[in-house]
Structures are given as structure tokens and as C-alpha cells.
């Protein structure tokens, strides 16, 4: 059982990808770090020692993750929590994560990030399936603070050079379709994020982005409420933010729903 301000690797698994999952944040040592540079999905690095320089620019609630769950970061906790932000720590640390099995983004797959600690990344404008469904993915798993920019096609990599944005979900890019598979499967792949849950909705996911409805019976619904969405928005933003909340629910369909049913009526008349 963990112990008070503690949480177990279970229940963190279980919130973590979810709309409201507390934000993470790595504070092992370089040393440490060196030695595994994987990261619990959607976490930060922070140096445990300039707690002081970003305790206050920090949003909670936090998960704090060290090594063993040990004084680095019960110690960083404590500091966020006298700064009036609900902290808690990763029980056994990093350690424990890794050793239950729980995914694990590798560092090296991460772009740079800016100034504000963000990473950026570009893509055409007008999405409709891929263009949503990666956003989400990244949002969710990889960096909660990503920046979308969605640009004409022929700006793409010009944009991305000159911001220093990563380009996605064009043609001879790094993040793109490759064979029969789209570009979400492509990042589910190299950020390790293959889960039963999320390879069920990988597949959703390449039925409607590539006109294949018979990979899976819910391609057909995705299709239609991602091109619903596209008519329903013009600022791409705007249409990003609402996406998440779709592929949130598709991700707790495929995660937590997929043998429930719902039947009316509910019983035959005269029974």
C-alpha cells in the first residue's frame, strides 16, 4: 500500500492519457537519468535543486517522480505543497514504474523544446482524422504544453525550419504514414505507447483516415464525427480543442467499454 502523499504505479497508469491527469514531473538525477533516459509518459525534467525558480510557475496537482520514490522526490513534493499545490509521489519511483511494466517514452524521440519548455509542432492546415488524432496522442501522453501549428501545405517544412517546429503528417518527414499504416501509428510505435487500449484505437484510427471501414466496425463513426467537426469549425484551433474530447472518449471506449452494450427497451413487454 503507499504510504500518505504516495501513489501507487497502478493508479497512476490508470489516470495518466486521461483529460484530467495531474501533470508530471521528473526529478531525477542526471546520473540516474543517464542510465534510463525514458520518461513516465507525459512528464517533465526538472532539477530537484531550482525547485524554488518554478515551484510557483507550476499548475497541479503533480506527480513527482525520482529514482526510488525516495528524499529527491518526497523533498520536491513538500516544497510544492507549501507553495499551496497538491503534490504526491510516485511510490518506489521510476524504478517501480519501469519494474510494473508501465510505458515508457523515450527522451530521444522528444524535438527540443522552446523557451516556455514546450515542444512545437507543424502540420497542414484543415485537419480532419490524423491531424486531430496526433495532437491528441502527443497532449495526452507525450507533452501536455505541445504547440500546434496547422499552416498551408506548401509552409510546412519552411515553417518548421524557420520556427523550429516538427513537422507531421506530410509527405518524406520523419512523422509520417509509412506503408499501410498513418501517421498515429507510426508516433503509438516509436513513443512506446502500445497498449491493448491504444493499438484498438490505432486501428479505428487508419480504418478512417485511409478509407478502410473494414478494419474495425467503429471506423465508420470516427469518420463521420471527425469530418462533422471539420464543418462545424473554421479556426483549426478551435476544432483541435473539441477533437480532444472525441478521442478522449474513443480512448475510454477502447480502454474501459468495448464488451458493454445498451439495449432498449430493456426487457421484452408482458416479461
Known sequence: ???????????????????????????????????????????????????????????????????????????????????????????????????SGGPSVPSEKLPPRDLKGRTVWVTRSRPKIDRIACPWLIRRFVDRSAVFLFVPATEVLAVGDRF???????????????????????????????SDPMLRLATIVRGADTARPDLAPEVAGLLAASLGLSRMYNDDLEQLEAGMLLYDAFYRWCRDATDETHNWPNQKRGQ
Not at 171 to 188: A, I, K, P, Q, Y
Request: with cysteine; net charge negative.
Open 164 to 194: 523550429s517546429a516538427v513537422p507531421f503528417d506530410i509527405e518524406d518527414v520523419f512523422w509520417s504514414h509509412r506503408g499501410e499504416l498513418c501517421t498515429f501509428d507510426v508516433m503509438v510505435e516509436e513513443f512506446h505507447l502500445a
Open 1 to 99: 500500500m503507499p504510504a500518505f502523499l504516495e501513489i501507487s504505479t497502478d493508479k497512476l497508469n490508470r489516470i495518466i492519457g486521461t483529460a484530467n491527469a495531474p501533470v508530471v514531473i521528473d526529478v531525477r538525477t542526471d546520473e540516474d537519468f543517464a542510465r534510463d533516459s525514458r520518461l513516465v509518459p507525459g512528464s517533465i525534467r526538472r532539477n530537484h535543486a531550482d525547485v524554488a525558480a518554478w515551484a510557483e510557475e507550476t499548475a497541479g496537482p503533480a506527480i513527482i517522480v525520482c529514482q526510488s520514490g525516495g528524499k529527491l522526490a518526497h523533498g520536491v513534493a513538500a516544497y510544492l505543497r507549501q507553495a499551496n499545490i497538491t503534490a504526491e509521489v510516485l511510490e518506489g519511483g521510476f524504478e517501480a514504474w519501469t519494474n
